[in-house]
């Protein structure tokens, strides 16, 4: 029965609900013909006073008073005026129809939920249900009736930085359209509410236009992908070489290099002077080919395989046509300087042709991983291996004694763990010279014994010969001995610099042809190629090579991949670097795991006590262990001609010099010709003997120059006038004129000029 009755008092609500709503139906119907806005959230009558009653008609509605005058007459015939034209006046209606919103309908419950919603109400008003607001977040509720024309002042929305989504556009749109209509039709306390609450908000006052596209008019237009095999099968241009004038057509697979070689060059007979047949032609390096694969092509047949990169051809025919006209603008010197340049550049292209080594062969035995000369291990390539056996058989040979070697470094080589008896070498062994039967000469041969001598004490050395002696032989020599004659095969670690790099590669392939050398050198990438096809064996896990030929500045990138192998011998060439015990370079390597120790240096012995105990704290870090110590002992060996220190020294350090060793070099023989001075020189000479430093320095632009040893500044003054006092060039003087001024600045000049 309970149940009963509090649905018949629902239903009883409901309906009077319904007879509100059709009350404020009829309300707003007079206010809209005075003119006058009905409040948000309240019902006018006639008496001026408003109630704002809830859905449910409960004793918990919330009441709202709000006393309003009735419009005068004057008022009246105002508002018709603003309705007649409001674009005048700054007052535009919108021409929609307005649907009333639902009223809230909730079932009356108990007392304490009534007194719970009461109270909910009056902390949250935002949450308050308001009779006469406008719904226009739903988009059924915009009718489709005919807009007017916005008024032309109109504030430019700002464009978002990053552009949202369809649905974020939309959701931003409708709530864009709520915050404006409402503050239009909000109170003035609601205004200063809102304001308080967004001081950071811009209120925009007017109304969005039909225009303005929504989600429903957005249309999805379905593009044509490109085929994906006609975009893969386009040739890249990595770089642009060269350019020619050929015949017209002889472009492409033709003019690659091994088909020149097998059926001749069809451009061959060409006359560049005909440019009826003739057309330019333009050498393509291809990405992802290697340098063998590199075609002529015209702009036409690049465009007819609708090649990318397209804009790298373009950018080389531009700076061609710069060059060209430095060229009419530049002097015959500079010229044939560029051409020089020129003709080197082609020489190291065509080196990229040749096969430096191969690396890999795939498991098909289909392909060749080739290393090309002059080039880094990251330029390494899968070639074809019909080809590969066609041109370079010799590299395929070299390749498979290098997987099938049984030469290769062990940990359980007998000499390593303890050193033979020194034999002495009286004569070059057959082994050594390689095919090309190098010959050594005597004092080589005898450092050669020292260094073998030195190994089998366990006595690492530094060999200190002059320039010119033949170090770099004679360690290769020492390290292929051990090879051939005590079965060390390493491994070898020589660290040289970066400008020696060539001489040491080509060296080691003259006099130690057996030996597997690795270089190395290069990027990161180059490196990794290194380690995966070159440091080790697949299935043994054994070391693969002989010999490591790296730099000073690889050693300390990859010191903990280096350092974690033990090596057998470490060389360093210009071993001068390792002066300063505190460089981070000697710090890596005094750490490295080594067997022997060998430096190379032709400046040991300098000025400094502690560069050179610092060389042999190096090789011998037991022997010479404290650097206070050794210059206690040295310190005041000066007076007696450091006979200790060199004895001392004696069996660690090997130093040669020319004369000695040498003797079928020609006498040194010096011819001292007598030049006399031009004037100006005598001029500046007698103005420095004088002390007439004020004329020196006079019309000088710049610091002043001081003059403070004499004997220097006559030197300089003998040399060259413009060393004491720069030449003045006044305007712009030809080029003829200003090597004339420079020649007549010195006397030595002027004879050589002759």
């Known amino acids: 029965s309970d149940v009963e009755s509090n649905k018949s008092d629902a239903e009883s609500n409901k309906s009077g609900g319904e007879s509100n709503k059709s009350g404020a139906e009829s309300k707003k119907s007079k206010g809209s013909s005075s003119g006058s806005d009905s409040d948000s959230g309240s019902s006018s009558d006639n008496d001026g006073s408003s109630k704002s009653k809830s859905g449910s008609g409960s004793e918990s509605e919330s009441k709202s008073t709000t006393t309003t005058s009735s419009p005068s007459k004057a008022n009246q015939k105002y508002v018709k005026a603003w309705e007649e034209n409001p674009d005048v006046y700054g007052i535009r209606r919108s021409g929609r129809s307005r649907k009333e919103p639902e009223r809230l309908k909730v079932a009356e419950s108990d007392s304490s939920d009534r007194g719970r919603r009461k109270s909910t109400s009056k902390k949250s008003p935002s949450k308050t249900w308001n009779s006469d607001s406008t719904d226009y977040d739903s988009s059924t509720d915009r009718e489709e009736a005919p807009r007017s024309k916005p008024p032309s002042r109109r504030t430019t929305r ?252 062990s940990k359980l080589t007998k000499a390593l763990k303890s050193r033979p008896k020194f034999i002495k070498i009286n004569e070059q062994p057959e082994y050594m010279g390689g095919q090309e039967v190098l010959t050594l000469r005597d004092y080589q041969i005898s450092g050669l014994n020292w260094l073998v001598h030195s190994w089998c004490k366990e006595n690492s050395a530094i060999l200190a010969d002059e320039m010119g002696l033949g170090k770099t032989i004679q360690t290769i020599c020492m390290l292929y001995y051990l090879f051939h004659t005590h079965q060390v095969y390493g491994p070898f670690l020589v660290v040289v610099p970066l400008s020696t790099m060539t001489s040491w590669q080509r060296e080691l392939s003259l006099w130690a042809p057996e030996m597997n050398v690795v270089t190395y050198i290069g990027d990161v990438t180059s490196r990794n190629i290194i380690r995966d096809h070159e440091w080790m064996f697949a299935t043994s896990k054994r070391l693969k090579f002989n010999v490591v030929l790296t730099t000073y500045e690889i050693v300390l990138k990859d010191k903990a ?120 020189q005598k001029q500046y000479y007698k103005w420095i003997l004088t002390k007439n430093y004020n004329a020196l320095r006079k019309g000088n632009k710049g610091s002043p120059g001081v003059f403070v040893n004499i004997v220097m500044e006559l030197k300089k003054c003998c040399n060259h006038a413009s060393l004491t006092k720069p030449m003045e060039f006044e305007g712009r003087v030809s080029n003829d004129d200003h090597i004339q001024q420079l020649i007549r600045g010195s006397g030595k000049l002027v004879l050589l000029d002759k």
């Not at 974020?168 to 003035?188: L, V």
């Not at 033709?254 to 061959?268: F, K, L, Q, S, V």
């Not at 032709?602 to 042999?616: D, R, V, Y």
């Open 158 to 409: 700002p464009q978002a930085k990053k552009r949202p989504s369809l649905k974020k556009a939309t959701s931003n749109k409708r709530r864009s359209y709520s915050s404006s209509e409402e503050s239009n039709y909000s109170s003035d306390d609601d205004k200063s509410k809102r304001s308080k609450s967004r001081r950071g908000a811009t209120v925009s006052y007017k109304e969005d236009s039909e225009d303005k596209t929504d989600s429903d008019d957005l249309v999805d237009v379905e593009y044509p992908e490109p085929d994906p095999a006609a975009v893969d099968n386009a040739e890249t241009i990595e770089r642009v070489l060269a350019q020619r004038r050929g015949k017209k057509g002889v472009v492409g697979n033709i003019t690659t290099m091994y088909a020149m070689e097998e059926n001749g060059d069809p451009n061959a007979d060409c006359d560049p002077n005909d440019l009826e047949s003739t057309e330019k032609q333009y050498l393509i390096k291809w990405k992802g080919w290697s340098h063998i694969h590199n075609t002529w092509e015209s702009e036409q047949s690049l465009k007819d395989q609708k090649a990318k990169g397209i804009r790298k051809l373009e950018n080389f025919i531009r700076k061609e046509e710069d060059i060209e006209y430095w060229k009419k603008l530049t002097t015959p010197e500079d010229i044939e300087y560029y051409e020089c340049q020129l003709e080197l550049t082609q020489e190291l292209l065509k080196s990229y042709n040749r096969v430096e080594r191969i690396i890999g062969i795939s498991k098909d035995h289909a392909e060749y991983y080739i290393k090309w000369e002059s080039l880094p291990y990251s330029e390494a390539t899968w070639e074809d291996a019909a080809l590969i056996e066609k041109k370079w058989p010799k590299k395929i040979k070299e390749f498979r004694d290098r997987e099938d070697s049984k030469r290769t470094p």
């Open 561 to 680: 991949f280096l350092g974690s192998l033990g090596w057998a011998v470490l060389m360093v060439d210009e071993a001068h670097r390792l002066k300063n015990d505190d460089s981070l370079l000697y710090k890596t390597l005094r750490d490295f795991d080594t067997n022997h120790r060998l430096l190379i240096t032709g400046t040991p012995l300098q000025n400094s006590l502690k560069e050179l105990w610092a060389l042999l704290h190096f090789i011998m870090p037991q022997k010479f262990n404290n650097w206070e110590e050794f210059e206690k002992e040295h310190d005041h060996a000066a007076a007696k001609g450091y006979a200790k220190l060199h004895k001392q020294l004696e069996p660690f350090i090997l130093r040669r010099v020319k004369k000695d060793v040498e003797k079928s070099l020609p006498a040194k023989v010096e011819q001292i010709l007598r030049v006399e001075m031009t004037s100006i």
